[in-house]
């Protein structure tokens, strides 16, 4: 019910910055929490960062000082941007939406750090 289409993935240089966006559609609880999780090749996935309804961020440790997490609510829609790119940063980038009555992942984006 609810859709989840990222967007702004691609290759980059270590240095170099990107910003992913993801768009929510349907019926979407008011009261949610959206984040970015990120799965690296034979790795588990993991937190990136996550935001809540009333801009409330929290960071992977890994991330913090260099990526930022917004959110605009009138659009259902969060970004992240992705500063001073390391390529242990290399992974498919998930969005993802939780509240108490959904919890639905995207497809997700890639995103490349060459060295």
């Known amino acids: 019910q609810v859709q989840l289409v990222e967007s702004g993935g691609g290759l980059v240089q270590a240095g170099g910055s990107l910003r992913l966006s993801c768009a929510a559609s349907?019926?979407?609880?008011?009261?949610?929490?959206m984040g970015w999780y990120r799965q690296a090749p034979g790795k588990p996935r993991e937190l990136v960062a996550i935001?809540?309804?009333?801009?409330?961020?929290n960071y992977a440790d890994s991330v913090k000082g260099r990526f930022t997490i917004s959110r605009d609510n009138a659009k259902n829609t969060i970004y992240l941007q992705m500063n001073t790119l390391k390529p242990e940063d290399t992974a498919v980038y998930y969005c993802?939406?939780?509240?108490?009555?959904?919890?639905?992942w995207g497809r997700g984006t890639q995103v490349t750090v060459s060295s």
């Open positions: 993802r939406i939780s509240s108490p009555r959904q919890n639905a």
């Open positions: 349907g019926n979407i609880f008011s009261s949610n929490i």
């Open positions: 935001i809540s309804d009333t801009s409330i961020t």
